[in-house]
Nanobody
Framework: QVQLVESGGGLVQPGGSLRLSCVVSASIRSFDTMGWYRQAPGKQRELVATITSSRTNYVDSVRGRFTISRDNDENTVYLQMNSLEPEDTAVYYC??????????WGQGTQVTVSS
């Protein structure tokens, strides 16, 4: 059973920054797609960013403000979030997708952007 554990969420003022971390209990392989998703109250879960061995992808609303990165040696994925806005308030989830096997999710970490 693969476990993903997120951390780094919290309360921050608009314009502030947070760095989320996701530690995976199994090795992150080069062919894994790692991602961050978020779910705001009353809304569906949405993709925030994904990263493979060769490319990154971002939803338009965060492009230029958020940066996803991965450290395969440390089995960790990061999401650096800058210039945070109240609309970024949500529970953020880490996700692993690997060809041929089920995907895994973390338990989520709350991010609240408010003055």
């Amino acid at each position: 059973q693969v476990q993903l554990v997120e951390s780094g969420g919290g309360l921050v003022q608009p314009g502030g920054s947070l760095r989320l971390s996701c530690v995976v209990s199994a090795s992150i392989r080069s062919f894994d797609t790692m991602g961050w998703y978020r779910q705001a109250p009353g809304k569906q879960r949405e993709l925030v960013a994904t990263i493979t061995s060769s490319r990154t992808n971002y939803v338009d609303s965060v492009r230029g403000r958020f940066t996803i990165s991965r450290d395969n040696d440390e089995n960790t994925v990061y999401l650096q979030m800058n210039s945070l806005e109240p609309e970024d308030t949500a529970v953020y989830y880490c996700n692993r997708q690997r060809p041929g096997v089920r995907e895994y999710w973390g338990q989520g970490t709350q991010v609240t952007v408010s003055s």
